[in-house]
């Protein structure tokens, strides 16, 4: 963490609840099943070897990043590095695997493959849907669609390679109905912002929207704001490691609400 992160998560922190003190039952149910939920699924070591396998390679990649808002010129960069230091970390991929097999969307789409572990660890979570992962650099989007194709997964999973600009709206057409969408491959604000209201217009009540490194930057920081201050937005919960947003019309009034582990805080029973 740099030192704005270690600021963010002490406000989190201090603010955050457990499952005891949550009223709704969805709310409840959400938080246990990515919180709490300590059973360990054959997925996790699948997706867990081939990060080894990964990190273990010698190959070099022509890497063109389109979300850090600089040049697009490619730069070279090891699949080893990236494995390590882009893809998913495995507390978050075994949140993800969670989220999505608790709540078991049937349309889902990812903004950043990267390597293809946040990918893998989400379409090995339910097999029957419909995956779409985007990714700018066409031989990082290789490396990811062979990891998938290791995995079995390649049948219902698909990686398409080019600017989000170019590949988001094709994307959300095929799709057609969104149940759940992870941002995590632009790590500015306003395209985070630009590419959700992209995606609401695919979206439905139940639909989850669920983002990468809101607290990673002051930048994503106000972008979360703002996306909680979103006129349909009625909920978000924050997990630190993942934020996720709905416009859930049960809720009639906004919600907003941080929680941690029950072994975090376990003074907080009520």
């Not at 005891?20 to 149910?29: A, D, M, T």
């Not at 990043?65 to 507390?91: C, H, N, W, Y």
């Not at 994307?171 to 109905?177: E, F, G, I, N």
């Not at 978000?236 to 975090?264: C, G, N, Y």
Request: a neutral charge; one cysteine or more.
């Amino acid at each position: 963490m740099n030192f704005f992160q270690v600021g963010e998560f002490v406000r989190f922190f201090s603010a955050a609840v457990t499952k005891y003190q949550l009223h709704s039952l969805f709310v409840f149910e959400l938080a246990c099943a990515v919180l709490e939920d300590k059973r360990r699924y054959y997925a996790f070591s699948d997706v867990e070897l081939m990060r080894q396998k990964m990190l273990a390679s010698e190959v070099v990649l022509n890497v063109t990043d389109f979300g850090i808002g600089q040049s697009t010129r490619p730069k070279k960069r090891s699949v080893r590095s990236m494995a390590r230091l882009a893809g998913s970390s495995k507390e978050q991929g075994r949140m993800l695997f969670r989220m999505a097999n608790h709540l078991g969307p049937k349309k889902m789409l990812e903004l950043g493959t990267s390597v293809g572990i946040g990918a893998m660890y989400l379409s090995s979570a339910v097999r029957d849907a419909e995956f779409i992962s985007l990714e700018g650099s066409p031989e990082v989007a290789h490396v990811a669609r062979l990891n998938l194709e290791w995995l079995g997964l390649d049948k219902q999973a698909s990686v398409r390679e080019g600017p989000f600009e170019q590949q988001l709206l094709p994307a959300l057409q095929t799709l057609q109905q969104l149940d759940l969408v992870f941002f995590d491959g632009n790590h500015r604000p306003e395209p985070t912002l630009g590419y959700f209201e992209a995606c609401l217009a695919y979206s439905h009540e139940k639909t989850a929207f669920v983002f990468d490194d809101m607290h990673g930057s002051a930048g994503m920081a106000e972008a979360w704001e703002q996306l909680k201050d979103h006129p349909r937005v009625t909920l978000t919960i924050d997990f630190f490691e993942l934020s996720m947003a709905f416009i859930d019309p049960d809720f009639r009034e906004k919600q907003h609400i941080k929680i941690v582990p029950a072994r975090w805080k376990p003074w907080r029973f009520f």
